[in-house]
């Protein structure tokens, strides 16, 4: 069948200027972080692409490493563009990353000049494109000088192959040094990518948000879930299609008894307010403007519907925040605390 877009697709989403750009980012956006790889069918890759664009999601956001095996994600998403999306990159916002492991040797990670303009040969390559409209460094390198990582986002930049540059877990004190560098080259950083969402709190704790909109650069929330934990699904048990019953990064741990308490009273605050938790834990990251877009990911298109639907109603009254912060507790379950702490 061929796909034709829904003509209505601009109708619901609100779309907000990414930082002092003029690029505008819609209010959630999609990642091929999980579900994209080989162990996930095409028809399924392709129906949640298809849903999130119909739905106003015209961000799309990939890594160098998204598989599994790495890249076949950024491979899965050139298809969609060559097939249902053909006719339609103008539409779209699409981004891809390097810094962590992609291939043996020494410069097959971290954050060189040699890695990042390769990494990004390649991932055009793979996504049939000439161009990527933002290319991030995807962690910090304490071993490379910040120079020569920002040297090579302004090269990728200027040679055209990808039109804005974005930095990923970067530290305030970091951000603010990677962000001077560049306006210096004269290429901008538009955004950051840091891992957010109500039970893992480190950008409130950085003051990440501050510094972002001091400095004019715009955001992008990945994981607003924390990986589906933010959702109904855990509070009976693990279901076997969830992510924590696939041994991939959600670590079952994670949801030990208090950290369920606390969710499933969240999900009576979300019920109070006429949302799914889903819904609420969206809202709540984007509640006070300091964050451009929610990243969600999916593995079933109803979940992208699901997470649209968190824009109907993004109001909180002190009433409520106050309540979210007695149940809100910091869990230890930001993978990425590595790069932001160094
Ligand atoms: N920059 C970085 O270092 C970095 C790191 C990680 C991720 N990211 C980006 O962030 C994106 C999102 O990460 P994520 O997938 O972990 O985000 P997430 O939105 O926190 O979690 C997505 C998972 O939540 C569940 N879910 C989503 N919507 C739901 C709904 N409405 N109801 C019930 N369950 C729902 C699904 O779990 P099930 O699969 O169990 O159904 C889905 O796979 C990635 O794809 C990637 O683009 C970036």
Known sequence: MVYVPSETRYDEMDYRHCGNSGLKLPAIS?????????????????????????????????????????????????????????????????????????????????????????????????????????????????????EETMGALDQIVRSGKALYAGISSYNSERTREAVAILKDLGTPCIIHQPSYNMINR???????????????????????????????????????????????SLDPGFLNERAIAN???????????????????????????????????ASKPEQVVDCVGALKNQDFTAEELAEIDIYANEEDINLWALSSET
């Open 30 to 146: 999609l990642g091929l972080w999980h579900n994209f790889g080989g162990d996930t069918g095409h028809d399924l890759k392709r129906k949640i692409c298809q849903t999130a664009f119909d739905n106003g999601i015209t961000h799309f956001d990939l890594a160098n490493n998204y598989g599994p095996p790495a890249g076949s994600a950024e491979e899965a998403f050139g298809e969609i563009l060559r097939t249902d999306f053909a006719g339609y990159r103008d539409e779209m916002v699409i981004a891809t990353k390097a810094g962590y492991m992609m291939w043996d040797g020494p410069y097959g990670e971290w954050s060189s000049r040699k890695y990042l303009i390769s990494s990004c040969d390649q991932s055009l390559k793979r996504l049939g494109l000439d161009y990527v409209d933002i290319f991030y460094s995807h962690r910090y390198d304490p071993d490379t000088p910040l």
């Open 202 to 248: 480190w950008v409130e704790r950085d003051g990440l948000k501050d510094t972002l909109k001091d400095l004019g650069v715009g955001s992008i929330a990945f994981t607003p879930l924390a990986q589906g934990m933010l959702t109904n699904k855990y509070l009976k048990g693990t279901p076997a299609s969830s992510r924590a019953a696939q041994g991939k």
């Open 263 to 297: 969710i499933q009273k969240l999900n009576e605050i979300a019920a109070a307010r006429g949302q799914t938790l889903a819904q609420m834990a969206l809202a709540w990251v984007l509640r006070d403007g300091g964050i451009t877009t929610a990243l969600i990911g």
